[in-house]
Each structure stands twice: as structure tokens, then as C-alpha cells.
């Protein structure tokens, strides 16, 4: 079975990209899991319908961390349309339904190995996602 | 030590291994326990020779279920020494419990009356007294822990003020293993005119419990957390208390006479136990019981007590670990933290070792937040386990560590 644990996945658990406090953001988003009591604030503001300054904050474990650093790595610039794009992607690779060839995803393929650890993964994405939505 | 051979001879789930082929090590023992094989014959058994609804067929085999259901309600008495068998109600397990106790006795908190839990308690010993108290305009007071986890007496017999009508409290903390001073307790809200409600739901599989001798008002347990299986658990409450208390569902099974225009309840237990319970489930408590009373608790307690301080020492030993709380007295539950790795992590990196333990809140969360942490990997022993199992942990935690560091 593959390795859950990515070389790639654990330097961004131990150096997450935009990982801060932003408290004057256009809009601060909390991600809560229930199920681990893991937790993070995203911020961002969007200009002329483009993410920018992404960020996030809080306590999880190193897969929410590195999801979260790849989020905004992946996720910031971009609009609405670019930015579920790859939210898509995101989920087909851990349902394991599709193979987009994506270098920043790929090292949380084996995710879809461990059923119990998807929420870590898109937990950041689906509140960053659900508040564009609404902001939509 | 208990003869291993024979005890993983009884439990077949034992034999199996994990997506690397690695033996399982069950070390999750506080969440559910495995079923001894003596337990899945007797459920088995039951539906395939006995099954039938119970109290009301006219036909042998509902005759036989009648019987059999209503001996296992005596078992259940006589393992924990209840006075009367009308004092045993089957539920669903701990939550349904504490839910029927605060759903009708509940009725009796009035605005501006306190309820008293503590720090420690499972959600399910917590959330029902909370929205009680919202319903009622009661208080809600907490008895906090000191830094060994223990319960802070003193701090108990301030907040025990004559408001105080019910006090609901943990026997054993699920998070940390803290064994509560129960029948001191008890002792002390009884001086107060307070009744006392007890989850057992950690306590039973470990420790003998005798509920005249705790007199608590209520003791709540859960069947799965003793070798049973799971959707069948047990409130034991003083007959006194229960006879005047109403019932909490209704239906059939419960009524003595419905018109349309009014019904009369069954006598106790039946009164509070509507609808067709699950009478395969208390025949695999009754089966649990026989095979707890078969070794013999005091030898279960020796065995993992055992287990639990090897686990502790070694544990302590490796650098950057943390095990959380010190309490007086421990019961077979060790709560770990581990330096810069989150529990589920560390849980992940367990389970690719074969070895099963839980992370995060154990649904203690307030607890959580007032010992500053956002949860914790918890290994859990029962009588199966044994020291090499120990071992594994510690190695599998050693080897975890090097990974994520």
C-alpha cells in the first residue's frame, strides 16, 4: 500500500505555506472537524473575482496541514471556475475516480486508502469552497 | 497473568491481521471490547431454537423467550447486586440511560436547581444534564479535576450546595482511567439530599460493582463495553425512585390498560421498556456476564492492571511522550500524547503496525479543553491483551516517531 506520509506531505506538515493569522481578511472562514476537534480559520480576500492572500491558521494534523499549504499554493490567483478545477481534481484523485496528472495533489492519492483520513484532507477545501458558494 | 492461549482461543477476531498482514493488537478496549465466542454461540443459539417476542405469545416458543429474556434480567441483578430485578431496565446502552433518567426524573429539576457533573464525563454523561438544564432553567455546575486528574474533593463539597438535586458522575474516566471514589460520593450527596447517577460504562468489565453497597440512586453501563454485543445496556435504579418516576417511551410492552381516553403502565421494569427490546442482545449480556463471573473479576483486574503499568512505565521512558493525568487510582486505560505528532497521525502510523488504539476527544471535549489539548491517542487493555502486546505499542510509537520526525 502506498505510503500515506509523502516525503512532500510531511515538509508541509513541518513548513505549511501560508500558514497565518490574517484578521483584517475579506473573509475568514472557520474549518472545524467534529470527529478529531481539529481546527483551522482560512482567510482570503477576492479582487475582481480572484483568490488572494490565502491563508490559514489553527490546529490539525499533518495531512490537514498539507492539504492546506497545498491549497493555497495550488488555489491562490485564481477565479471561481480555475480554482474549482482543481477542487474536481482534488476529489477524484482521493475517490480515487480519475488520474489528473497534478504533482501538488498526487502525494494524497493513498488517502483513498484510509477512508478514515479523508476529512483531513478536504476539510480546508470543502469550508474554503462552500464559502465561495455562498459568496457567489 | 491469565492464561493467553485459552482467553485468544475465545476471541476468533483476534486472528486476524491487518492490510500489511500485521497481527492485530486491540488495544481499543475503552471504545467496544471483542466478543468471546461463548457470547456470538449464545446469541446464535438464541435466534436459531429460541426466538420469539416475549410476554405476550401463548405459544411455546414465545413462552421460552419469555423466560430466557427475563433470567437474563436476573443475571444482570445478581452481578451487580440489585435488590430487585425490577430494578434492572434494558436500553440500548450508557447514552439511552442517562437520557431516560434525565427525560423523567428530569422532570422533578425545577428552575433554579443545580445539577452537578464533572470535568470528566463523556458527552453522553454531560449533553443530557446540559440541555435539562437549559429546559429547566436549572444550573449546570462542574467539579473541576486537580493537575493529577483526579476529582478535586474539596472543590466537590463546595459546589454541593442544597440546590444541588442530582449529581451524575463517572465511575471510571473514559479519557484518562481515573477511577472515581464513588461510594464516598455518594456518601457525601446522599448528607445533601442529592440523588447520584453513576456511568459504569467503563467500570464493568473491570471491577466488581455492588450497587447497594455504592447506594447510587442510578447506574447506567453498556453491554458492548463488557464483551456483549453492542445495542443492549442496562439502568439499574432504586425502586423507590423508579416506581414514581414516568415512563420514558410509550408503546406497547409498557401499558397494563389503553382506552382511548387513557392508559394505565406496566409495573417496573417493564414500564419503562416499550416496544420489543432487544432480547438476543441480553441474552449475549447474560452470556458476558457468565464469562466475566467464569474468570473471575478480581483475576481480570490483576491482568490488566498489570498491562496498564507496563504500558505506563514504559511509555514514560520514551522521550516525548507525555502520558496525561496521574490520577490515585487507574483503571486499564492510558492517555498519551506525543511531542509535535497529532494523535490521528500517530493512530494512522499504529494501524499500519497491526496495533489499534483511538485518537483524539474520546467525546470529552470540554475535558480536552480544560487540560489544554486537543486530544490524545489512548491504548485500552482488556483481558486478551497481553505484555508483548505492550511491546508492540511502544515499538510501533518509537518507530512513528522516527517516521514523522
Known amino acids: 500500500m ?82 474549482t478545477k482543481f477542487w474536481n481534481d482534488f476529489q477524484s484523485i482521493i475517490q480515487n475516480t480519475g488520474k489528473p496528472d497534478i504533482p501538488d495533489l498526487e502525494p494524497f492519492s493513498p488517502v483513498k486508502d484510509h477512508p478514515g483520513r479523508i476529512k483531513c484532507v478536504t476539510l480546508i477545501w470543502e469550508e474554503f469552497f462552500k464559502e465561495l458558494e455562498r459568496i457567489k | 497473568m491469565l492464561s493467553m492461549n485459552l482467553l485468544h482461543n475465545d476471541f476468533p477476531i483476534l486472528s486476524r491481521k491487518n492490510r500489511e498482514g500485521k497481527s492485530l493488537v486491540y488495544l481499543d478496549n475503552a471504545a467496544t471490547t471483542q466478543k468471546p465466542i461463548q457470547v456470538i454461540e449464545a446469541v446464535s443459539n438464541f435466534y436459531k431454537n429460541h426466538n420469539a417476542n416475549i410476554h405476550r405469545g401463548i405459544h411455546f416458543l414465545g413462552v421460552e423467550a419469555t423466560s430466557i429474556y ?12 440489585a435488590e430487585s430485578s425490577d430494578e434492572i431496565i434494558f436500553v440500548r446502552g450508557t447514552s439511552e440511560a442517562v437520557n431516560l433518567v434525565s427525560g423523567t426524573f428530569g422532570e422533578q429539576i425545577g428552575e433554579g436547581d443545580e445539577i452537578l457533573i464533572t470535568a470528566m464525563e463523556h458527552h453522553s454523561n454531560l449533553v443530557p444534564w446540559q440541555q435539562l438544564a437549559f429546559q429547566k432553567k436549572a444550573k449546570l455546575k462542574v467539579i473541576p479535576l486537580n493537575k493529577k486528574c483526579d476529582l478535586d474533593l474539596n472543590k466537590f463539597k463546595k459546589l454541593l450546595t442544597p440546590k444541588v438535586k442530582l449529581l451524575a458522575l463517572c465511575h471510571i474516566s473514559n479519557s484518562i482511567g481515573t477511577v472515581n471514589p464513588v461510594k464516598n460520593i455518594v456518601e457525601l450527596a446522599h448528607e445533601n439530599k442529592t440523588v447520584v447517577l453513576v456511568d459504569g460504562a467503563q467500570a464493568m468489565a473491570h471491577q466488581s460493582v455492588d450497587v447497594q453497597d455504592l447506594d447510587c440512586d442510578f447506574y447506567a453501563f453498556s453491554g458492548h463495553k463488557m464483551f456483549a454485543p453492542t445495542g443492549i445496556g442496562v439502568l439499574y435504579g432504586k425502586r423507590s425512585i423508579l416506581k414514581n418516576i414516568p415512563p420514558y417511551h410509550y408503546g406497547g410492552e409498557m401499558i397494563k390498560k389503553v382506552t382511548f381516553n387513557k392508559t394505565s403502565f406496566a409495573e417496573l421494569p417493564h414500564k419503562f421498556e416499550a416496544g420489543t427490546p432487544d432480547i438476543g442482545g441480553a441474552v449475549g449480556l447474560a452470556a458476558a456476564i457468565d464469562y466475566i463471573n467464569e474468570i473471575g473479576v478480581d483475576k481480570i483486574n490483576a491482568h490488566t492492571s498489570e498491562l496498564t503499568e507496563k504500558a505506563l512505565n514504559e511509555l514514560s521512558e520514551v522521550e516525548g511522550i507525555k502520558v496525561v493525568g496521574a490520577p490515585k487510582e487507574r483503571a486499564a486505560i492510558v492517555s498519551f500524547i506525543v511531542e509535535g505528532i497529532h ?8 494501524d499500519e503496525d497491526g496495533v489499534a488504539v483511538r485518537a483524539g476527544h474520546h467525546c470529552t471535549m470540554p475535558l480536552m479543553e480544560s487540560l489544554g489539548l486537543q486530544g490524545t491517542v489512548r491504548a485500552s487493555f482488556s483481558i486478551y491483551n497481553t505484555l508483548n502486546d505492550v511491546n508492540r505499542l511502544v515499538q510501533s510509537v518509537k518507530r512513528a516517531q522516527h517516521k514523522l520526525s
Open chain 2, 70 to 81: 427475563e433470567d437474563c434480567r436476573e443475571k444482570v441483578r445478581r452481578f451487580i447486586n
Open chain 1, 2 to 83: 502506498a505510503d500515506l506520509y509523502h516525503p512532500a506531505i510531511l515538509e508541509l506538515s513541518k513548513n505549511p505555506v501560508g500558514f497565518e493569522k490574517r484578521p483584517d481578511a475579506q473573509y475568514i472562514v472557520e474549518a472545524y472537524n467534529p470527529v478529531c476537534a481539529d481546527q483551522f480559520e482560512i482567510f482570503f480576500d477576492l479582487k475582481e473575482g480572484k483568490i488572494e492572500n490565502l491563508t490559514f491558521h489553527g490546529y490539525g494534523c499533518a495531512l490537514s496541514k498539507a492539504s492546506g499549504s497545498t491549497a493555497v499554493r495550488l488555489l491562490s490567483g485564481l477565479d471561481l471556475q480555475g480554482s
Open chain 2, 343 to 350: 494523535p490521528h497521525d500517530m493512530a494512522t502510523l499504529l
